[in-house]
């Protein structure tokens, strides 16, 4: 894995023709990454494949080993082209097994809605040999982990919930905090200055995001810093404020809604 000092690290990948399509808009990587931030675990990569059993293997494969956690979602429901569950015991070379707990989970559910238990509901009961359930407060059918891969529903109703219930099992490093100052001056106008701020600073994660806006001027740029010493980020805060003023920009509240 890739874990060294108190840093560790995880991989998303997402699952599904219709997010590749265009016809679903993925609204699950910006609440898993803040959700992992919050518990000191790094996203370090995202990927979306297709519900294609080599690719999904090929991808677990690849991301397991490089990272400390890999979270998929999507392809764990009990249709034909859910294969989710089968790809990831081909890739841990697991067999794929009827979990008991998961079939009463589903037959307590479905018993209680007065619904059929069905052989494509039966589907959502099969998970690798050896893997731990996650919980599915919403719809009963537990997504699993399985070494340190997690597995997780598409459906980010069902996903948040699988996830803020899994997050306690997470060992986690310390947390990235992040500053943000914005400005109107142009990226060309600040790039020299901001690239001998992360000279001087190299641990420290400088971006810099340039908008049009509705504001008269038409544009900002916001200058992000990320590290995990608080202390540290003021230290480079400073120094950005003090690049601006010099440039005779001005330091501009922060406004997401532009």
Not at 43 to 57: N, Y
Not at 140 to 166: K, S, T, Y
Not at 240 to 246: D, G, H
Request: hydrophobic share 40%.
């Amino acid at each position: 894995m890739s874990q060294t000092d108190a840093i560790v690290t995880a991989a998303l990948l997402i699952i599904g023709n219709e997010v590749l399509s265009g016809r679903t808009r993925d609204a699950n990587l910006p609440y898993i990454a803040e959700t992992l931030n919050a518990i000191g675990v790094r996203l370090r990569e995202a990927r979306i494949v297709p519900d294609i059993e080599a690719e999904i293997i090929e991808a677990v494969n690849a991301l397991r080993h490089r990272y400390d956690y890999v979270f998929t979602t999507g392809g764990i429901g009990p249709t034909h082209d859910d294969i989710t569950a089968e790809s990831i015991a081909k890739a841990l070379n697991r067999p794929l097994v009827n979990n008991p707990e998961a079939l009463r989970r589903l037959q307590q559910h479905y018993g209680m809605a007065g619904l059929e238990l069905t052989p494509a509901r039966l589907r959502m009961v099969r998970i690798p040999e050896g893997a731990t359930l996650i919980d599915n407060p919403v719809s009963a059918a537990p997504g699993f982990q399985m070494d340190n891969v997690l597995v997780m529903a598409g459906v980010p109703r069902i996903m948040q919930a699988m996830l803020d219930g899994v997050k306690g099992r997470l060992r986690g490093g310390q947390p990235v905090l992040s500053r943000s100052i914005s400005c109107n001056l142009g990226e060309g106008v600040i790039a020299a200055g901001l690239t001998a701020i992360q000279h001087r600073y190299p641990d420290v994660d400088i971006g810099s995001y340039p908008r049009f806006t509705s504001s008269s001027d038409g544009f900002r740029v916001t200058v992000v810093l990320r590290h995990t010493d608080a202390a540290r980020l003021d230290q480079v805060w400073v120094e950005a404020v003090q690049l601006i003023e010099s440039l005779d920009g001005t330091v501009l509240p922060i406004d997401t809604t532009d």
